[in-house]
């Protein structure tokens, strides 16, 4: 009996496929873990992108490892600013070892130490070969041309700020943001002058969410529906996407 419970367990295992799935979360920093050739590794850290702050790859070996898919933010609650995790899947693709390390921070701040870091060795065992560890630097959650979703323009006639609601004033009092009056049109004032227009056309109903990061940095955050949406980080002084990132609300569908 014993035998055949067993012979009947690996043929449901060959007819699934289903491969075991390794989840790291921050407590598990300065682990060693074994996986095995095909098997996924998911990383699960907690961050929030409303603050600037990011988990950004710093090192692991490609050759080792394949990042799966797009890396992406699961918000906590269903409201503004809310935080949650950020989540990065791995499979390994060979045998060997390699450092697996991250570090939480603000990629513009330079010369600046990270908030938190993190870093396990990652273990591979299997039957393809072995490949030495060539460490990379790779930010993977920039995004400094893709302006295709958030449209960027300067406003080619008057604004005057009555004719914006919600006005936010940047630190330093530089720059202001503000929405057009029964539109999710953001203006971006300096001074007294209308300098940037900011809207998504493909989604022109949903609210569009800002906040000044710092003197010149805007977050801004719009849902496509109540599970997924999206955060841009713009430099308003430089006229340029510093990140770009989906998110979910780590919800069933």
């Known amino acids: 009996m014993p035998f055949l419970i067993a ?14 799935a390794l989840e790291l979360t921050e407590r598990d920093h300065g682990r ?23 988990w950004e790859l710093l090192r692991y070996n490609q050759e080792l490892l394949t990042l799966v898919g797009e890396t992406g933010f699961v918000r906590d609650a269903d409201r503004p600013g809310a935080g949650g995790r950020f989540v990065f ?56 041309d893709d302006l295709t979703l958030l449209r960027v323009t300067r406003p080619v006639e008057p604004v005057r700020a009555a004719q914006l609601t919600g006005l936010l004033a ?5 720059y202001r943001a503000g929405k057009l009056r029964d539109s999710e049109t953001l203006l971006v004032l300096r001074g007294r002058q209308p300098a940037l227009s900011l809207s998504v056309p493909s989604h022109p109903g949903r609210p ?16 496509f529906n109540p599970h997924n949406g999206v955060y841009w980080i713009f430099d308003v002084e430089q006229e340029r ?13």
């Open 7 to 20: 012979v009947v367990c690996s043929l449901v295992l060959l007819v699934t496929g289903q491969l075991h």
């Open 170 to 174: 940047a630190p330093l009092g530089v």
């Open 89 to 144: 899947r791995f499979s390994p693709r060979a045998v060997g070892e390699s450092r697996l390390q991250l570090a939480y921070l603000r990629p513009w701040e330079k010369k600046v130490r990270p908030l938190r870091t993190f870093e396990v060795v990652v273990r591979i065992s299997g039957e393809a070969t072995a490949v030495e560890e060539q460490p990379i630097y790779q930010p993977i959650f920039r995004r400094f």
């Open 32 to 54: 060693t873990v074994t996986v095995a050739v095909g098997e996924q590794v998911t990383l699960r850290l907690e961050g929030n992108p409303t603050t600037g702050y990011l």
């Open 241 to 253: 996407m510093v990140l770009y990132e989906l998110m979910q609300d780590g919800r069933e569908r």
């Open 208 to 223: 569009l969410e800002a906040r000044w990061l710092n003197a010149k940095l805007l977050y801004l955050e719009l849902w």
